[in-house]
Structure formats: C-alpha cells, structure tokens
C-alpha cells in the first residue's frame, strides 16, 4: 500500500523530514526518485525540482543506500491538497474554509488533527499558522480568521494562558464566525479542567463555544479510538459550519439521518435558559454528578429529582456546559414538556438519544444507518398493488 504524506514548505529538508515521519531507517543517503505516471521514468528528486512535485501531486520511490535496490523501493505518494500556511501568506491570498486556531505547545496533535481531516474530506483547505511567523501580528491573525469560513479553536491549558490565543477567538466570536471546539487539555483531569473553567479570566473560550459538540483529544495519538471519535465529531461540525460542505456529500448522510430520526431541536430551549442560568449557582451538586460518575461501584443512573420550578432544568442545562468532558461526556440530553407534542412523546426521546448518541459515537452511527438502510431498502420492494 501507498503511503501518502504532505509537505508544508516545498524543500527538500522538508520533503525528507516527512518522509523519515513515515518510513522508519531513511537516511539522507537514500535517494528519492520522481515517476512519471505514463512512461514509469525516475528521475531524480532535487532543490530544482521539488516545488513543482509538491504541489502538482506525485509519486515518489526512495532507494535506500545500503540495501539492495530491488527490495528497497518504497512507493510513496504525494498529497497535493493544500493546507496553507502563513510562509504561503503574502503571495497566496483566498478564502480557506477552516482556519485553525491553537497554541503552539499542541502543534503535533493539531498536525495529526489537520492530517485526519485531509484524509476525511477531500479538497478541504486550512490555514494554520506553523511557524509562529505571525503569532505577534494582530493584523495577520486578523486576516486568518477573516478569510476562513470557520474556526477550529484547539482549547487546551496554553490556549487559554495565551493572550493572542484569546484575542484570536474572541476576535472571530464578535464577527459571529462559526467555532468548532476540539479539546486538547492532555492528562489534565477533570478537576484541573473545572478550575479552569471557573477562572473569570480564562472562561471566555469556554463561554463562547459552550453548547457546541467538541472533538476530545486529550492526550490520544492518532490511530486510537479517542482520537478517532474526536476527529469523527469536527468533521460533522465542518459538515454543518463550512458553506460549500453543508450540501456535499460530507453531511448529506448526516442529514438523511437526521431527516429519519427526526430528532427535537432544543436550540430555543438551550438559549432561554442560557439567560436564566446564573454563573456560579448550582455548581454543589455538578460536583455530586462528577463524584457520582468517577465512581467505579456506583449505579449507572443517577437521578435528580424535585418539586416543579425548583430548577431541574436549569440545573440540566449547567450539565450540559459546565461539566468536565474529561470523565464524561456530557450534552446527551432531552428536555421534557407536558404542553408540547414533540417533547412529551416517547418515540420522540428515543429516536433524539439515538440522534446524539450517532453524533458522539461512529460506531453506533454506522449501526443505525445501516438499520436506515435495511428500512429503505424493505419499503422499495413491497409491492405497490394488490397481489391477486
């Protein structure tokens, strides 16, 4: 199998620098030839040569120096799609659809992040600023943020340290750019996270993106279930944020699901008790759910019950945005009406659990499409007429 790989800046250091990232042994002896498709003729890969090769897409073998050429080709093929960078700033001015937005201590899961999205939605473009060039310049950062179509914001404990960091998101928040969170908090436990998310100089990020589905990467490596999940989550947000994917194939899926399950949009809900809801109330008994839930014995529900108007919703709602995602995952929910159709019918809470549950978890998405799948393809063959 081919492996793909992608270069930021069109050198050959840089070419080699991710070629060894993929093939363990390279060494700077071995040589890295260009094929062309039609004639299968090598030539040679040089400094005179690389930028074209970068960007027009094309296959590579490497010959190892020491070993016997015939058992050292190594097919690799280059990945022309662009994720641009600020080196590329100056002379290359567009719209991208996604900016990213990240402290530089998470550079590498952010790569591998970038890199996971590449591979999931062909022909997105990102920007993201690699070298550190611009991290001073509020006119660049800016412009990033202005010409993307929405943000992926990289939360993690630097992030939130970091001046810029916040200048860059609250920035995009004013001018109403849509925010995709992907938590990068590392081992921190929920604790450390919560006391985070209470410090009245830190809270703004969270405040901004609260009742948005975030990928959480905390310290996962690319390829483990963690870090899947998490990609699996920015990708239908990209879905549903990006202008030019929102009818592409990348949430057309999605929406077929969504059409099927018909699932209750509580967006109205969710923004009523946002202004209700006072910073600060209720947080007592968020620490009883967060004990509750790190307890291994415990019983798999917990039940909070009272009194009509003692505040039940309202302290649903802090779950809901307040509480860790490190322990748990939180945002699963239904809010009950006695007065409405859609909120007091059974079906109608199962099929939006499902609904949320397939936006967190790919695995059950995959089992419900195909049960989607077995429904539509029963209703074509039942006949349409009387059989006599």
Not at 196 to 218: E, M, R, S, V, W
Request: charged share 25%; with cysteine; hydrophobic share 40%.
């Amino acid at each position: 199998m081919d492996i793909t790989i992608r270069v930021h800046e069109f050198t050959l250091a840089q070419l080699q620098k991710e070629i060894q990232k993929n093939i363990q042994g390279i060494e700077i002896e071995d040589k890295i030839y260009f094929v062309d498709w039609e004639t299968s003729k090598k030539t040679i890969v040089d400094e005179n040569c690389i930028e074209e090769i970068c960007k027009n897409g094309n296959r590579l073998l490497i010959e190892r120096a020491h070993i016997q050429p015939e058992t050292v080709t190594k097919p690799v093929f280059l990945d022309p799609r662009p994720v641009v960078t600020n080196k590329e700033w100056t002379t290359e001015k567009k719209k991208f659809d996604v900016m990213v937005s990240y402290s530089w201590e998470t550079i590498q899961q952010v790569e591998s992040l970038c890199a996971a999205l590449m591979q999931e939605i062909p022909g997105l473009t990102i920007w993201l600023d690699q070298n550190k060039l611009y991290s001073n310049s509020y006119d660049h950062m800016a412009k990033a943020v202005l010409n993307a179509d929405a943000i992926i914001v990289c939360l993690s404990q630097p992030y939130l340290m970091s001046d810029n960091c916040r200048r860059e998101i609250h920035f995009a928040g004013d001018i109403k750019k849509p925010l995709i969170p992907a938590y990068m908090f590392g081992s921190l436990d929920s604790k450390e996270i919560q006391n985070l998310q209470k410090n009245p100089n830190l809270a703004g990020a969270f405040l901004l993106t609260a009742g948005q589905q975030h990928g959480n990467f905390g310290d996962s490596v690319p390829g483990s279930e963690q870090f899947n999940v998490a990609v699996k989550i920015v990708v239908n947000q990209i879905g549903c944020n990006v202008s030019r994917f929102r009818n592409s194939s990348i949430s057309e899926q999605k929406s077929m699901l969504e059409n099927w399950l018909n699932p209750v949009d509580f967006s109205a809900d969710l923004a009523e008790y946002e202004k209700d809801y006072v910073v600060g109330t209720r947080v007592w008994l968020g620490e009883e759910v967060s004990d509750w839930a790190k307890k291994e014995n415990e019983s798999p529900v917990m039940w909070v019950n009272g009194a009509a108007g003692t505040g039940k919703s309202l302290f649903s709602y802090y779950v809901t945005h307040y509480l860790s995602p490190v322990d748990f995952i939180t945002g699963i929910f239904f809010f009950c009406r006695h007065n409405d159709d859609l909120k007091n019918n059974p079906a109608s809470l199962i099929k939006t659990l499902v609904w949320k549950f397939c936006m967190y978890f790919p695995e059950i998405k995959l089992h419900v499409e195909d049960t989607m799948a077995e429904e539509d393809k029963a209703k074509k063959t039942c006949p349409t007429t009387p059989v006599s």
